[in-house]
Structure formats: structure tokens, C-alpha cells
């Protein structure tokens, strides 16, 4: 729904409704603009499906490969805008990601394209959210491992806890086991 | 000294240690669906053996223990994910709700509520004197307060309704704090007894889970129990003691928790608790005061450039809306129209019935910067985003907590979980020693029965 221009689901950015852009320095037609933002932004889009996998599954070649690809697409997507816009000096990059602040410039365009940056801006939300459980979950880790009973001795391979981290889950052999002893 | 009857013995403790396998082996495929069930592992170890020299004899198997593997790691990342997921849940859900709010009134949204009652005044300006069109001023003036009202009402129920929840969440959690000193007890009891623990140890972890989707916990251990408090350090439990939470009303008639005395509703920041709180006590009360501001601003600048102007009768001009209240808390719930005779509206500058002059500057009103330095218009629908807004941020986040449980919920089955064609070729290969011994048992007793029968005849 809208209410005077602006919408109430912010995935559903502000869009002025026409698909031609005023700016004296574009040097494209609107539609060839749109399909190329298009085209990039549903790379974008994947790359970070697929980068959202790989950081569920500490895969770090992956998150690389993700994070130099999304880097790589923000630039290109920036320069097609600088290029439309013909703002010279080229748009701040942090108004790509900033939520509820759209410049007009950014929301010209098709609907499609505006449905798409929503999209982009969920996952980059849920990315943002996943890689603050990573580092949560890397500090647990790190606070576990450098715990009072640390030892110098080199670390077990297969050891995930510090031994006698919880009294209850006695360690065994790399898993912390519970032993049940039989009557 | 090596013996039939030594070796009887040895064939006996690999039968025993070969059924109490089976035994973990069945329970494990028995316990496949069940929730929360860790998976059980026999441990065996040979006997000590006994030494005659020059000889070396062992003495058989012993059926050492039977362990529930777990990740005490990956249970407490589970534990706050869990706590985050429940919070978002609650969150969500009533931020889903709050948005509903703007979208479903009655008398359509504030947004053309004010939009309609622009027009009307701008309508009235084409001719003042025209009392249908004055009429039309009052109606658009009667539907932007009850939008106001319908808008601020469903609020209040929905802060309401989500006090009931809090109310309900702390019953579920003294439920589960009692059932958890229980387990601790019952599990305590039977470690230091050396029984088996595991099935209470598994139950005790599915109740600390369910806990940690309603409220935040820390879980401290210790010998052979567990103590729960609150991330912020209240006791929930301390080893077969619960501390059970109450609630309280308190100025605004809202429900405040309490533990033993204190009141600890500004720490809960986690679980269904947490989310409801946040909602209840952050984000409504956020929103309402919005639409307060509007309601106060657009009634007051309205009712300026009323009273400025003068009637149809030639009169000074009387407020339109009734005065909001000066704090403006409130000021949505409580908009009202003041006047019901259409000739009482100030169009007029000079007092003349055909002068249009205050109508105009009344009209004006929606565009000038009169709330917060937005036109009401604006201001409205900056409130509407701001909804919008964070919701889908807790709606990302939460899709983001869903995933990261999933991811966690399935390393623990890959540690913990029961795999089927694991405890098949268990099972097969306990049942053949079983055979094994049971033959070595059988051989054994023809020998015994040949020595029997060898002393039989020599006697």
C-alpha cells in the first residue's frame, strides 16, 4: 500500500513512477539503464544466497569468493549509476545499502527494479544477521579455548572443548561425552 | 591358572557385554524420532588380566559405561540462537500486527483521512458561504479523528493483548524452572548413585531449550547439576531449587516481572519474553507517541487558524478539534470534533461570509512544516515507514536466526542424532559376538562334559 509516495514495506522502495530519467548527463535510454541495474542486481542477489550458504557452513573460500563477487558488483552497479546520473564525482556508496534514506536518483526507474533492491536489501539484512552470529559464535569459541585451564601443550586435532569446560559432560575423545555408568 | 571354567567365565562377560551393547544399540533405533534424545554408545574395555608366569590370561570384556554423545558447544550456540529466534518471533509477529493497525481501520487510513480533510477545507474555498461544502469540512474532520481513534485503540489492545502474553510466558517459564530443579534432583539422585542419567539428562536439556525460546538463560554447571539465571544473573533455578517469577501491574496497569522482590522487566532482553517486552514496552509505546504528536500538532495549528478567522455568522472563530491534552499523551486516542453547526467554521479573514482567506491559510496547513518540522502528511508517513522499516529488519533478522538454528539443529543431529545404518551394522556386529560366545560357551561345555565322562569311566 502507499501512503503520499511512500510505501509502507521499505523492501518496496519509493518509486517516483516513470521510467525516464531527467538527469541532462544520462547517456543511455531508461529501459537499456534499467536492464543492465537488472542483470547486476540479480547477480547480486545470488552471490548472496550463495554466500549466505557458505557462511552457514564456515565454508571460507566460499565467503571469500562471495565477498570479492558482491565487491566487485557494487562497483559496477556505482559506476552504471555514476554514469547515469552524470553527477561526476559519482553516488556516496554508502546510499546503496542505507534503509529508509533512498535518494530519488536511485529509485527512477521500473517497478521490477525497485522489487529487486527490496530483495537485495532483505538479503543483505539476513547476511548482515549471519555474520554477526559467526562472530559470536568464533568468540564463544575463542573465550572456551582460552579459558582458565588453558594448557601450552599443543591442541588435540580432533579436540572441540577445553578440557573440563562443563563439569557435567566429562570430555572423551574430542566430543564431550556424558558417561553413564551401569549399575 | 588357565582353567574350563575360567575360560566359562571369560565366554560370560562377552555375552553380557555383547547384550548390554544391543541393549544401547536398541534404545538408539528406538529413540530415533525422539526429540531432544542424544545418541548412546556402549563403551568396552577388556578385563584386567591375570598373569601366571610365564603366561599372560585375560580375563574378558566389561561393559565399561554407555555415553550420550554431545557437543556441550554447540548445545549452549543452540541454546542462543534459540533465545534470539524466540525473541524475533514475538517481535515480528507484533510488529506484523502493528502494520496491520495502519492498513485495516474502518474509516481508512490517517494518511487520507488527512489528505481528504485538506481537500475538503480547499474545497470550501471555492465558496465559503456553501454550507454542504462546510458540512463536507466537518465530516472529513469527524473521519480524521476517528482514524486517530480506531489507529491509537487498536494500539492500546494490542499493547494489552501482549500483556496477556507476558503474563502467560511467565507462567510457562515457572512451569519449566520447577520441572528443571525436578530433573536436577532426580538426575543428581542417580549420578551419585552411579545409575544411568541420560534419558533425565536429555529431558533436562529439552526443558532448558524451551526455556531458552521464552526468556534469556545462562546455564552455570556444576556436579551433577545445572543452576539457571537470567543473562542479567537472576536465579532461576539452583539445583533442585526454582525461583519462581511473578508479575505485577504497575502505573500504566502494565504487567512489571518480579523475582524474589526485585523488578527485573528492563533486563529481560531475549526470548519470547524479551520480544514481547521490547514490542509492548519500546515499540508501541514509540508509535502511539507519533500519533499523539500528529494528532496534538495538525489539532492545535488547525485550531489557530481557526479561532484567528470568523464564521459564517460574522463570529470569531471557536476550535474545531476539542483541545488536546498539553502533554499530548493521549492527544490520538481522545481527537474529537468540537463544533457540529457547519456555519461555525472560520472561512472567512474579515468577517464577510464570501472572504475565503482563512479557509485558504487552513488549507495551507497540509503542506506547511507544522510537526516536527514535517507537513502532516509527510510526518505520517514517515511513521508508516518507520513500521515498515523495522519490521522487515526483524523480519531479516529472524530469517537470519532461522537459519543459523537449522544449521546448528543439524551439526547437532550429525553429533548426537541416531543414524540407522550405524546401529544396523552395531547391531550385526553385537549379534554375531553374541554367537561367538555363546559357541565358545557351548564348546566349553562339551569339553566340561568330555572331562565328566573321561572321570567317570577312570573312576
Given at each position: 500500500m502507499q501512503h503520499n509516495g511512500l510505501t509502507m514495506d521499505p523492501l518496496q522502495p519509493r518509486v517516483t513512477g516513470t521510467s525516464t530519467i531527467e538527469s541532462s548527463g544520462a547517456r543511455y535510454d531508461s529501459g537499456a539503464r534499467t536492464g543492465a541495474t537488472l542483470a547486476l542486481l540479480r547477480e547480486l542477489e545470488s552471490s548472496l544466497v550463495v554466500s549466505q550458504q557458505a557462511l552457514l557452513t564456515r565454508d571460507l573460500e566460499g565467503m571469500q569468493r562471495g565477498t570479492e563477487q558482491q565487491k566487485r558488483l557494487q562497483h559496477e552497479l556505482l559506476v552504471l549509476w555514476d554514469t547515469e546520473t552524470g553527477q561526476g564525482s559519482g553516488v556516496q556508496e554508502s546510499a546503496w545499502f542505507l534503509p529508509g534514506k533512498p535518494s530519488p536518483k536511485e529509485l527512477q526507474g521500473s517497478a521490477e527494479l525497485a522489487v529487486a533492491i527490496g530483495r537485495i536489501l532483505h538479503l543483505a539484512r539476513v547476511q548482515a544477521g549471519l555474520l554477526i552470529r559467526a562472530q559470536r559464535s568464533l568468540k564463544l569459541i575463542s573465550r572456551l579455548l582460552t579459558g582458565p585451564q588453558i594448557n601450552y601443550e599443543p591442541p588435540a586435532t580432533h579436540t572441540i572443548a577445553a578440557p573440563g569446560f562443563n563439569p557435567v559432560f566429562r570430555s572423551g575423545t574430542g566430543l564431550n561425552k556424558e558417561v553413564r555408568c551401569r549399575a | 591358572m588357565s582353567s574350563l571354567n575360567a575360560s566359562l567365565a571369560t565366554a560370560l562377560s562377552g555375552l553380557n557385554a555383547d547384550q548390554g551393547a544391543l541393549e544401547a544399540t536398541s534404545n538408539n533405533v528406538a529413540n530415533i524420532n525422539t526429540p531432544g534424545y542424544s545418541r548412546e554408545e556402549p563403551i568396552l574395555v577388556s578385563s584386567d588380566p591375570v598373569v601366571e608366569d610365564p603366561l599372560t590370561f585375560g580375563t574378558g570384556v566389561t561393559l565399561q559405561s554407555i555415553e550420550s554423545i554431545r557437543d556441550p558447544i554447540l548445545e549452549s550456540q543452540i541454546q542462543q540462537e534459540t533465545q534470539t529466534q524466540g525473541q524475533l518471533n514475538a517481535l515480528v509477529s507484533a510488529l506484523q500486527q502493528t502494520q496491520v493497525n495502519f492498513t485495516s481501520n474502518t474509516g481508512g487510513d490517517i494518511g487520507t483521512a488527512i489528505s481528504n480533510f485538506f481537500d475538503s477545507i480547499n474545497q470550501l474555498a471555492t465558496d465559503p458561504s456553501d454550507l454542504s461544502l462546510r458540512q463536507g469540512v466537518l465530516t472529513a474532520a469527524g473521519n480524521l479523528a476517528t482514524s486517530f481513534n480506531t489507529t491509537a485503540n487498536q494500539l492500546t489492545t494490542q499493547s494489552t493483548s501482549l500483556d496477556d502474553n507476558v503474563v502467560s510466558t511467565v507462567n510457562q517459564i515457572n512451569q519449566l524452572t520447577q520441572q528443571i530443579a525436578q530433573l536436577n534432583g532426580q538426575i543428581s539422585a542417580l549420578q551419585n548413585a552411579g545409575e544411568t542419567a541420560g534419558t533425565f539428562v536429555d529431558q533436562r536439556q529439552q526443558a532448558i531449550d524451551q526455556l531458552s525460546s521464552l526468556v534469556d538463560v545462562s546455564v552455570i554447571p556444576s556436579d551433577n547439576t545445572l543452576t539457571l539465571t537470567t543473562a542479567n544473573g537472576t536465579a532461576l533455578v539452583a539445583g533442585q531449587q526454582s525461583f519462581q517469577l511473578s508479575t505485577q501491574p504497575n502505573s500504566s496497569g502494565l504487567q512489571d516481572i518480579y523475582s524474589q522482590g526485585s523488578d527485573i522487566t528492563s533486563t529481560i532482553v531475549s526470548g519470547q519474553l524479551g520480544g514481547l517486552l521490547q514490542a509492548r514496552d519500546q515499540q508501541i509505546p514509540a508509535i502511539q507517541s507519533q500519533l499523539d504528536t500528529l494528532a496534538a500538532g495538525l489539532a492545535n495549528a488547525v485550531n489557530g487558524v481557526q479561532t484567528a478567522g470568523f464564521d459564517l455568522n460574522g463570529n470569531q472563530g471557536t476550535d474545531l478539534f476539542n483541545p488536546p491534552p498539553a502533554s499530548v499523551t493521549g492527544a490520538a486516542a481522545s481527537l474529537?470534533?468540537?463544533?457540529?453547526?457547519?456555519?461555525?467554521?472560520?472561512?472567512s479573514s474579515d468577517a464577510t461570509a464570501g472572504n475565503n482567506a482563512n479557509a485558504d491559510a487552513m488549507y495551507a496547513l497540509g503542506n506547511q512544516s507544522i510537526i516536527s518540522g514535517q507537513s502532516p502528511s509527510d510526518y505520517y508517513s514517515g511513521i508508516v515507514f518507520d513500521v515498515g522499516n523495522a519490521t522487515s529488519e526483524a523480519t531479516a533478522e529472524q530469517s537470519a536466526s532461522d537459519q543459523a538454528l537449522q544449521q546448528l539443529n543439524d551439526q547437532r543431529a550429525s553429533v548426537s542424532g541416531v543414524s540407522l545404518d550405524e546401529e544396523a551394522a552395531n547391531m550385526v556386529q553385537y549379534q554375531e559376538a553374541y554367537q561367538a560366545s555363546a559357541q565358545v560357551i557351548t564348546t566349553v561345555n562339551d569339553m566340561m562334559y568330555a572331562v565328566i565322562n573321561m572321570t567317570t569311566l577312570t573312576g
Open positions: - | 474529537s470534533v468540537a463544533i457540529t453547526d457547519p456555519s461555525l467554521i472560520a472561512a
